[in-house]
């Protein structure tokens, strides 16, 4: 192997060390970038200007940063996550069909909750757009349905919130939210990611009863006044990916 190969390597095995700060959506600073991998300030401003360029990372206000748009897409593009959507669209799209609502395929990543599917009638708002790519499982119906079965998750969330008193305070009435979605197999959320916008979020199950992604329907809380009407609908969409999920073998 020649020295400009392993000159090679060692330039995308920095890179992959400071992507693999990005883990589970976290937002890094340079300096918190160079304590994780003991790599030198020039070196990790220089690679991650490289990874802002090729959108493999997005740059935040006050020297933040994050994982990109194409980091995400190629995570959506997945084998496995590929298959679960085209299995999903029928269901996904009869759903938004019967309810006239908004409709996502959430899944985990760490602890954030990604939605790889819109469904929707409407043009979407820069707000809009914004909420359905990423945001923290608990910020979300579809994504505390997620977190609901996700014990890791809420493990992770809970140590978190030790140090930010406002979370800290929302941690009970999380956890008894937690447990309603857990013993109804249903999430209702008002006002959830914008004014005045209600969702019906339930899970989806591999052959184990282990957590694969959300289902969620939202729409503007004029239209549904009582969301309940729609839970058999969400939670029969859910069940009917579980079952065809079970039939692959594949999750």
């Given amino acids: 192997m020649s020295n400009n190969d392993d000159g090679k390597r060692s330039v995308l095995g920095r890179a992959f060390e400071i992507l693999d700060c990005f883990a589970g959506g976290a937002e890094m600073t340079v300096a918190g970038i160079c304590e994780r991998t003991g790599l030198p300030p020039a070196t990790v401003h ?10 493999g990372v997005e740059r935040l206000s006050h020297g933040r940063y994050r994982l990109g748009r194409r980091i995400w897409s190629l995570g959506i593009g997945a084998p496995q996550v590929r298959r679960l959507r085209e299995l999903a669209q029928p269901y996904l799209v009869d759903l938004h069909v019967a309810t006239r609502g908004t409709v ?9 909750g990604i939605f790889s599917d819109r469904i929707t009638r409407v043009k979407p708002t820069a707000n809009s757009s914004r909420a359905t790519r990423r945001l ?10 997620l977190l609901a079965y996700s014990p890791e998750a809420w493990d992770e969330l809970v140590a978190d919130s030790a140090s930010d008193p406002e979370m800290t305070a929302r941690i009970p009435e999380l956890r008894a ?28 199950l ?8 959300s289902v969620t329907v939202a729409f503007p809380e004029s239209r549904i006044p009582q969301p ?15 079952r065809d999920l079970a039939a692959t073998g594949e999750f």
């Fill in 136 to 145: 923290p499982l608990h910020r979300t119906g579809g994504g505390r349905v």
């Fill in 46 to 55: 220089r690679m991650l200007a490289a990874l802002v360029r090729w959108e």
């Fill in 104 to 112: 996502y395929l959430g899944v985990r990543d760490g602890s954030d």
């Fill in 177 to 204: 939210q937690l447990a309603e979605i857990r013993r109804t197999g249903v999430g209702i959320a008002r006002n959830d990611g914008l004014p005045g916008r209600t969702s019906v979020a339930a899970a989806v």
């Fill in 228 to 242: 309940q009407q729609i839970v058999p609908r969400v939670i029969a969409t859910a069940r009917a990916i579980s």
């Fill in 206 to 213: 591999d052959s184990q009863g282990a957590i694969v992604a």
